[in-house]
């Protein structure tokens, strides 16, 4: 093709860090077939088994045949349904906020949220590991956008300082995507109250399992009511698809008015919200996923170690492995495909230059001896036995 294309995909091949995507056969589970092959993954979000749970399953086929497939319009048009509206409500009380609104999916929800809150003039405040989403959210917006170092909360208190008299908003992921650490909560909002700016946490990955009963960081942190702007994804811990942002009636009425990633869009299928209803039945009824996951990541923690592998201080279901080089990073994750474990090689620009990574993560589903013999395998491929 014209115009370069061939050459620069020339060049991610030769520096490692061209992407291939691997097709995937029956439902997503531990045990996935992956490019014909039998393996066990290691690299899914779905972290309490739900995806393909049987009551899940069950009832995203019974609001099928009661609603249809197709959700036919935006929520504002006439795409909003009695099983959209059931879920948003029962999604508040799970978070304990006064409202709840759905998005399609947690890129839109973050946008949405950002065009409806800041214009010219505003600022955004964004931990440097965030989320791309996040990031996309504020570089498309016409506020101001700083990034402080991670988790630097003397750099983002200064910053907030000289700020300014717009709007300001402080965006971090709760659990980071790519590293499994947590943002601060409690020091987060000190901040952000004591300076006029709202919080704004992204709990993708702490939904459904951080907390005693899963409510997520605010629920880790005993801290009610905090974040002031509350953004879950629906499709990792809760199994299925789609996102909410939780938090004041002024807020999501606000985003019900002016998030355009809401306005216009197709509302998700109604079976989808129905089937995620089912799934947050089973995220509050059967906290030994959450207990089984904690013993399983306290498990892989302390064997790695012994082994003498590089982890990051995450005490949830992501446990990088830190690798370096991309190239390096790929070696390894396809020796352990031949021996049929699924880890996904994480590069730049996903992670910073020098930071690849095997993105490894824990399902309730797993048992001890599945997460012996991904160690035995890594610890032949890192320390050069195989
Ligand atoms: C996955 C993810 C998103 C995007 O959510 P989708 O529903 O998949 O679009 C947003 N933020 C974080 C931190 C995520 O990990």
Same mark, same amino acid.
Not at 152 to 164: F, K, M, N, P, T
Not at 286 to 312: C, M, N, P, T, V
């Given at each position: ?81 009695? #099983? ?7 999604? @508040? ?48 917006? /016409? ?5 402080? /170092? ?35 909560? /409690? ?52 199994? +299925? ?32 919200? @129905?089937? +995620? ?25 302390? #064997? ?15 446990? /990088? ?7 390096? @990073? ?14 996904? @090689? ?41």
């Amino acid at each position: 093709m014209k115009q370069g294309l061939g050459s620069a995909l020339r060049a991610k091949q030769a520096s490692g860090l061209y992407r291939r995507r691997r097709i995937t056969e029956g439902p997503q589970g531990v045990r996935q077939v992956v490019d014909g092959q039998q393996c066990l993954s290691f690299c899914s979000n779905d972290y309490l088994g739900l995806a393909n749970h049987a009551e899940v399953v069950a009832a995203f086929q019974k609001a099928a045949a009661e609603y249809g497939v197709g959700s036919g319009a935006s929520h504002l048009i006439n795409g909003h349904s009695l #099983a959209h509206h059931r879920l948003e409500e029962e999604l @508040a009380d799970f978070v304990g906020r006064p409202k709840a609104l759905l998005f399609s999916t947690g890129y839109m929800a973050n946008l949405g949220v950002v065009s409806a809150l800041l214009g010219r003039g505003d600022r955004i405040f964004q931990d440097r590991l965030n989320h791309a989403s996040l990031i996309d959210a504020a570089v498309g917006s /016409p506020a101001k956008l700083f990034r402080y /170092p991670h988790l630097d909360l003397q750099r983002l208190e200064s910053g907030l300082r000289i700020a300014g008299t717009g709007r300001k908003l402080v965006m971090t992921d709760g659990v980071f995507s790519m590293d499994g650490d947590l943002a601060p909560l /409690p020091r987060l909002q000190e901040i952000a109250s004591e300076q006029g700016a709202w919080l704004m946490v992204d709990d993708a990955h702490g939904f459904g399992v951080l907390g005693q009963t899963g409510r997520g960081i605010g629920e880790h942190f005993q801290l009610e009511g905090s974040p002031d702007i509350l953004m879950c994804t629906l499709g990792k811990a809760a199994g +299925t698809f789609g996102a909410f942002v939780a938090g004041d009636g002024e807020l999501i009425e606000t985003l019900i008015q002016g998030a355009r990633t809401y306005l216009y869009t197709t509302a998700l299928p109604p079976a989808v919200a @129905a089937a +995620t209803s089912a799934s947050l039945a089973l995220v509050k009824k059967d906290g030994w996923r959450r207990e089984k996951l904690r013993y399983l990541i306290r498990h892989f923690r302390s #064997a790695a170690r012994q082994l003498g592998l590089r982890l990051l201080p995450s005490e949830t279901p992501i446990q /990088p492995l830190l690798v370096g080089e991309p190239g390096r @990073a790929v070696a390894i994750s396809d020796g352990l495909l031949r021996r049929g474990y699924l880890v996904t @090689a994480i590069r730049p620009p996903t992670v910073p230059e020098g930071s690849s990574r095997l993105r490894i993560t824990l399902c309730a589903d797993h048992e001890e001896q599945d997460v012996d013999q991904l160690l035995d395998a890594l610890d032949a491929l890192v320390h050069g036995l195989a």
